[in-house]
């Protein structure tokens, strides 16, 4: 498996020089590093929404965020808990982020905020969420 530095070194490349083979490394560095560390799978969501790979990007939020789909963080080979597997890794904060703003103006983003519970939550307070006020 991709380690998180090797996951960077992939991400950063693209992110200076978005080639699409660079783009192509960093989406593969990027989802094989989600599905071993949930870190990774934290800065991945980032970095794959700023690279505009906005399916890989909600196949990791959506692994990560709410255990569904092919992206879904697992133990290691030997049957421990991945590496970096810290709580504060599993949150929501990223996706209002400018990276994620691709991510926020796609279609999925609602569907993303209602397994999160996050439209409920914005329902019940009666608020509108920042996230849908802004569009280009």
Partial sequence: PKSPA???RHSLRALADPTPSAIASARQANVEGARNTPAVAA???????ALGELDA?????????LS??????????DGRPPRLNHAGYR?????FTPPTKA?????????????????????????GPDAFLFKP
């Fill in 6 to 8: 090797s996951v960077w």
């Fill in 43 to 49: 800065w991945a969501i980032l970095t794959l929404s």
């Fill in 57 to 65: 990007a909600f196949d990791v939020a959506n692994g990560f965020l």
């Fill in 68 to 77: 569904r789909g092919s992206v879904i963080v697992r133990p290691q080979r």
């Fill in 91 to 95: 949150n929501s904060f990223g996706l």
């Fill in 103 to 127: 991510m926020r103006l796609d279609p999925r983003f609602s569907q993303l905020a209602d397994g999160l519970g996050l439209t409920d939550y914005w329902r019940r307070r009666g608020v």
